[in-house]
């Protein structure tokens, strides 16, 4: 599934895009949705992550599943 909504349902997934901030920490922005959090830890972002998902969507609306894609980025010297 994309995470688009079903005819007369609720989207199956949601997909997160999730970074190291610059500050520390690990950022996490969903993709079609505005939603975005922030944690200290992975675990900890893992569960912040859920938390804004159930806010966000109305009781029954929630996506079935939560994907997290990680972008790393790294700077190699040339």
Known sequence: MTG??????????IIFVVS????GGFEARALGH???T???SFE???QMV????RCHFENGSS???IRLHVVRE???PA
């Open 34 to 36: 505005s939603i975005f």
């Open 50 to 53: 859920r938390d804004a998902v």
């Open 63 to 65: 996506p079935r599943i």
């Open 20 to 23: 190291e901030s610059p500050e």
């Open 4 to 13: 688009e909504p079903s005819v007369g349902g609720p989207a199956s997934e």
């Open 38 to 40: 922030e944690a200290d």
């Open 74 to 76: 790294e700077v190699l």
């Open 44 to 46: 900890e972002l893992r």
